[in-house]
Each structure stands twice: as structure tokens, then as C-alpha cells.
């Protein structure tokens, strides 16, 4: 284990999503164990710049694992997309005497760190906390299982409605440009569509046969799934386009939003987050930098952010496959 580093800064940047509290309980009780002093930056990139800094404790990280959200908090820097913000932040991280970090979140979050660590050289590991599950070098991201199992008991519970009042809900969940939480959120519902960026084939009229079809046969409801990033549209603009169309169901839009960035995490994204911790810190002092924490095949992986920055995590063809056989 490497001695160059005695303190590491961590913080959670972008989008919150279910299990970073986690991973930064487990950051932070990595580091002590190591024998390292850990601070907590807050508000991300924007408390690196004011200066945000405190020093955590075992103690301080006690009773958050099961909490969503982050106790760091978090925001989005415009400040620190320029030369000049970054520049104040290093200054801020060399007062402290931080010499190595561990960022939480997504893409953006990455990128700002890979020119941060380009320009400074300070050490740095990202672990991927976003409910999008959009990137590539890992099966999933910390947040993901949770906004999905979100996703299917609203959709559960909408399913209920719909069938006592014979109507053709659309349920638009998030995902920005991934489908993941739409896909796997559709076929453990029982939609009778899924709507998803990935997806250049079905067309509105394919839609329009598929959800008449249902109507002509007696379906009694239906579920389409809308991720937000589709190309055909949103859930609302959808329902629109059919209702002048329809003749058999009375037709709901349920937006699901910011409801699946919250609650408490799954089991699954606290140990996820917990051997994504314990993986960043032991990383940093094996010298492995500039690069973000994976799990592949159950295994931790570190992927080059190289790898990362501007590449998607696909979408598998036989998700999208099982789902048009299930919808039938």
C-alpha cells in the first residue's frame, strides 16, 4: 500500500442517487482503516472551490447506510469547467493538504475529475453513482437497482388502477439517454411496450397496431413504459399522438420523475456501494488513478476513464427481444 497519500478528499457530484451515502461510509472506514485521513468535500466540485471541507470521522459516516440522497450534497459547477475555478480548487485541496480523491456520480462528474487530475496530477478514482446505469466498464451503477425497483412498484400499483377502469396508462421513468431502468422496469411490470432510446426500430405506427390490437381483443388495460430519452417522444406527447387515434381505452399519463432518485437503497446498491468504497480506496494506494471503479461478472474492475468518457453502456439486444415476445 502506497504511503504517498495521508488524506483523501471525497464527494458526490451530479444527480444524488440511492447508495452514495453508502459508498461514502465505506470510503471513508476504508481510509481509516489504512490508516489514512479522509475529508468530506461539500457540494462537489462547488465546495471544492468555496473551500467546503470538513474532516470525517468512523462516527460520522454511522447510521447513513441506509439512507438516500447524500450527506455530502451535491451541485452542479459551472465554475469549475473553467481553468480558473479549478485552479482555486487545487489551492483549496493543497491548504487542506488532500493529495489524492474520490469522487461519486456520473459522467459529468467523471469528466470534470479526468481534466482535474490532467492538469494537477493528484490522484483520483470515481465510483459511479447515477440511477441511469449509462456507463460503460460496469453492469451496474449505484443507484440503479433502487430507481428501478421504484419504477416497478409505481408501476404495480398504476397496473391496479388501470385494470378497474379499463384505461392505457403511459409511465414515462428516467434514464436521460438510457434505457435500463425503462427496459427492465417494463418487462418486470408487464408492459405492453417499452419505449427506450436504444431502440431505432419500432415506429409510432407499430406502436399504434400493437396498443389497437389490445383494444380489438378485449385487453382490459394497458401499460406502456416511456424512458424520457425516447426518440418518439415523451409519455405525454405520446398519449396525445394516440388519443386521436383511440377508440377503446381511456387514456393516463403518469410522469414518475425525481420519486426514483429517493428512498432508502436496496440491499443490492449498498454492498455494491460498500465494495465500490473499499475498491476506490485500496485502488489509490496500489497507484491506480484516473480511472473509475467497475464490477464485471461480480468481480471489481478499474476501467481507464478514456474507456468511459463519451462511450455508452449498451443496451443487450435479448432484453429488448424478451420484451416484444412477453407483450403479446
Not at 462547488?46 to 451541485?75: D, H, Y
Not at 488532500?98 to 465510483?127: K, M, N, R, W
Amino acid at each position: 500500500m502506497s504511503s504517498k497519500i495521508s488524506r483523501i478528499g471525497v464527494y458526490t457530484s451530479g444527480g444524488d442517487a440511492p447508495g452514495m451515502n453508502a459508498a461514502i461510509r465505506a470510503v471513508v472506514r476504508t481510509g481509516i482503516y489504512y490508516n489514512k485521513e479522509v475529508f468530506g468535500i461539500m457540494r462537489g466540485y462547488e465546495g471544492m472551490i468555496e473551500n467546503e471541507i470538513v474532516k470525517l470521522g468512523a462516527r460520522s459516516v454511522g447510521n447513513i447506510i441506509q439512507r438516500g440522497g447524500t450527506i455530502l450534497k451535491t451541485a452542479r459547477s459551472d465554475a469549475f469547467r473553467t481553468k480558473e475555478g479549478r485552479a482555486r480548487a487545487f489551492e483549496n485541496l493543497k491548504k487542506n493538504g488532500i493529495d489524492a480523491l474520490v469522487g461519486i456520480g456520473g459522467d459529468g462528474s467523471f469528466t470534470g475529475l479526468h481534466y482535474f487530475h490532467q492538469e494537477y496530477g493528484i490522484p483520483a478514482i470515481c465510483i459511479p453513482g447515477t440511477i441511469d446505469n449509462d456507463l460503460p466498464g460496469t453492469d451496474f451503477t449505484v443507484g440503479y437497482d433502487t430507481a428501478t425497483n421504484t419504477a416497478v412498484e409505481a408501476i404495480d400499483k398504476i397496473r391496479d388502477t388501470a385494470l378497474s377502469h379499463n384505461r392505457l396508462f403511459f409511465i414515462e421513468v428516467m434514464g436521460r439517454n438510457s434505457g435500463y431502468i425503462a427496459i427492465n422496469s417494463g418487462i418486470a411490470g408487464g408492459a405492453v411496450a417499452i419505449i427506450i432510446p436504444e431502440d431505432s426500430q419500432t415506429t409510432m405506427d407499430e406502436l399504434f397496431n400493437k396498443l389497437d390490437a389490445g383494444g380489438k381483443t378485449n385487453k382490459k388495460s394497458s401499460l406502456v413504459v416511456v424512458a424520457e430519452g425516447s426518440k418518439l417522444g415523451g409519455a405525454m406527447e405520446l398519449a396525445k399522438k394516440f388519443s386521436e387515434r383511440n377508440n377503446y381505452f381511456d387514456i393516463k399519463v403518469t410522469i414518475l420523475g425525481h420519486l426514483q432518485r429517493g428512498g432508502s437503497p436496496t440491499y443490492f446498491d449498498r454492498v455494491l456501494a460498500s465494495r465500490m468504497g473499499v475498491a476506490a480506496i485500496e485502488g489509490l494506494l496500489k497507484g491506480e488513478t484516473d480511472v473509475m471503479v467497475g464490477i464485471r461478472r461480480g468481480e471489481m474492475v478499474f476501467n481507464p476513464f478514456s474507456m468511459i468518457i463519451d462511450h455508452i453502456h449498451e443496451i443487450n439486444s435479448e432484453s429488448l427481444r424478451i420484451a416484444k415476445i412477453l407483450s403479446i
